[in-house]
Nanobody, 125 residues
Framework: QVQLLESGGGLVQAGGSLRLSCAASGRTFTLYQMGWFRQAPGKERDFVAGITRSSTRTDYSDSVKGRFTISRDNAKNTMYLQMNSLKPEDTAIYYC??????????????????WGQGTQVTVSS
């Protein structure tokens, strides 16, 4: 089992940057594929980015490709999401998620087993 805690959200102007962090408990962080999802009011929880256990593969939604970068530091049990050139449509609650194993990047929320509580990102125009 792994527990996840996001941080780094906040209010930023359009064009600005934020870096989200997801700290994981336990000694088995390296055994989990990790992902970031986001949910705007009245919308479904959507895939943003995913990363394999050893960072050999990453994937992104088309809406963030080229602007966001996912990474992880297994020594620190932490995953990151660097968000640049933010747009008002990026406003959402951002969640980190984990699933045990290593496979093609999972992009569907119900494929992930563990979730953080979320961190709010608000981008003003």
């Amino acid at each position: 089992q792994v527990q996840l805690l996001e941080s780094g959200g906040g209010l930023v102007q359009a064009g600005g940057s934020l870096r989200l962090s997801c700290a994981a408990s336990g000694r088995t962080f390296t055994l989990y594929q990790m992902g970031w999802f986001r949910q705007a009011p009245g919308k479904e929880r959507d895939f943003v980015a995913g990363i394999t256990r050893s960072s050999t593969r990453t994937d992104y939604s088309d809406s963030v490709k080229g602007r966001f970068t996912i990474s992880r530091d297994n020594a620190k049990n932490t995953m990151y999401l660097q968000m640049n050139s933010l747009k008002p449509e990026d406003t959402a609650i951002y969640y980190c998620a984990a699933v045990w194993g290593d496979f093609d990047i999972k992009k569907v929320s119900n494929e992930y087993r563990y979730w953080g509580q979320g961190t709010q990102v608000t981008v003003s125009s």
